[in-house]
């Protein structure tokens, strides 16, 4: 293995603790960023200035991972409860307070990395489920020995397959990666590809009545904010009032609109049809039947897409990427909405790559969670630039913001800056108890 330059005793990125500072002194010195690619590549050189350097080496995410050596000292899971502002319906269930799991890895050099699990209400664990199982990977990564990055991913894919429990993946991901990226001290957007190191989100309106709609709406007018999701889904008169009353607060907004698989075809092609009747055009209209009815997805689809210029997006009908497959192949929708929660970033970061072969628009979007989720969401979507709709604006749901660093926030507006915690750490210290 090549050092990169490093004056370390062996030729791995394996750090003793009497030695943190000075090699991430090292680290801060050697790690620059290339601005003479689109992709903003890392790369090393030679600490010396002057006009002797060593050649550069280019180092993205892929190399990254096949590099540095995960040494992880502890890891550990905890409650992370937050209350909202007011309940959030979403489909079916009705939440009244954020129950999600905080993950800490400490890695040998001492850096630091956070993730999230999501506890969200579709699935069928909770989270004492979520905290156990957190429990035996944190277990697991404390105990193992020092290996690269690319294969603790890989154990950790191995230990939580597939969808049920993606979101505990999710979380062990986030902490692994922001902890080398600490170590590196390098933002993660850098690591995601380096296109941006900002963004514009949308705002969440939830199922609320006309009146609250249309306050929320005023507020995120006056913030800047100009596409607005609105979740829809309980009544075809109940729904039509609330997208009138959104309208009249912001007038110049665009509209994506979320069912939550709350209406049959018919329904949705009858909303479309009002909606354009009262002038009222959605950009996107995701997710409008049941998440099973592929025909009724394309059906609306077809209408929505020749007759109105609707972009349908799919959301719940992509727990995985043989739905993904489907609904690329068979042309059901427009838009892919993908959650970190749902698939993981290296499910992501796989996604993305099918995706951009398709022709298909990418959606990223946030349920239920604070800014460690949230923020890892963003520096990847303004890394890799690849997504056209963008809704991170969950954090701003909760009644109080349990969280700093990772971004900063600006009305719609964020920006990722290179501080400690790259998707941000908790103001809670949880973790001395």
Same mark, same amino acid.
């Given at each position: ?136 990977a944190c277990e697991f990564l404390s105990q193992g020995p020092p290996v690269t990055l690319n294969l603790v ?65 005023a507020k995120y007018c006056k913030l800047g904010f100009k596409t607005l999701e609105i979740k829809l889904g ?40 009002? $909606?354009?009747?009262?002038? @009222?055009?959605? =950009?996107?209209?995701?997710?409008? *039947? ?5 025909? #009724? !997805? &394309? ?62 628009? $990418?959606?990223?979007?946030? @349920?239920?969670? =604070?800014?460690?989720?949230?923020? *890892? ?5 303004? #890394? !890799? &630039? ?48």
């Amino acid at each position: 293995m090549a050092s990169l330059g490093f004056c370390c005793p062996t030729n791995s990125l394996l750090f003793s603790r009497s030695s943190v500072v000075n090699h991430r002194r090292n680290l801060q010195t050697r790690f620059i960023v290339s601005s003479s690619t689109s992709s903003s590549e890392l790369v090393t050189q030679s600490a010396v200035s002057g006009s002797t350097e060593r050649p550069r080496t280019s180092l993205g995410l892929k190399n990254l991972t096949e590099i540095f050596w995960v040494d992880v000292q502890c890891a550990e899971g905890r409650p992370l409860n937050v209350g909202l502002q007011e309940p959030v319906t979403v489909g079916c269930s009705r939440l009244e307070k954020v129950e999600n799991v905080a993950v800490r890895v400490e890695l040998s050099n001492g850096c630091v990395g956070w993730g999230e699990v999501s506890v969200v209400p579709w699935l069928n664990w909770n989270q004492a489920t979520a905290l156990e199982e957190v429990r035996k990977a944190c277990e697991f990564l404390s105990q193992g020995p020092p290996v690269t990055l690319n294969l603790v991913l890989h154990q950790i894919s191995e230990m939580f397959p597939g969808s049920e429990f993606a979101s505990v993946r999710a979380g062990l991901e986030m902490a692994l990666v922001d902890a080398v990226a600490n170590s590196i001290d390098v933002p993660l957007w850098r690591l995601f590809g380096g296109v941006s190191d900002s963004l514009s989100t949308a705002a969440t309106i939830p199922t609320t009545s006309s009146a609250k709609a249309f306050d929320l709406a005023a507020k995120y007018c006056k913030l800047g904010f100009k596409t607005l999701e609105i979740k829809l889904g309980r009544n075809l008169s109940a729904d039509i009032e609330v997208l009138q009353a959104v309208r009249a607060a912001h007038p110049h907004c665009l509209f994506i609109l979320d069912a939550n698989e709350g209406y049959t075809s018919k329904e949705a092609i009858e909303v479309l049809h009002k $909606l354009n009747e009262k002038g @009222v055009i959605p =950009t996107v209209f995701e997710q409008p *039947v049941h998440r099973d009815d592929w025909r #009724g !997805l &394309g059906d609306v689809s077809n209408v929505a897409r020749h007759k109105y210029g609707v972009s349908v997006a799919a959301d719940e009908s992509c727990r995985d990427l043989m739905d993904i497959k489907k609904l690329m192949e068979e042309n059901l929708v427009d838009v892919i909405n993908i959650k970190l929660s749902k698939f993981g970033v290296l499910g992501i970061l796989e996604i993305v790559e099918m995706v951009k072969k398709s022709g298909l628009v $990418l959606m990223i979007d946030s @349920v239920a969670e =604070t800014r460690l989720a949230t923020g *890892v969401a963003g520096h990847l979507a303004a #890394g !890799l &630039g690849c997504f056209r709709y963008v809704n991170i604006s969950a954090p701003s749901l909760l009644s109080e913001d349990p969280v700093v660093g990772g971004y900063e926030v600006a009305g719609s507006k964020y920006k990722f800056v290179n501080s400690r915690g790259q998707g941000g750490f908790l103001k809670w210290d949880i973790f001395s108890w």
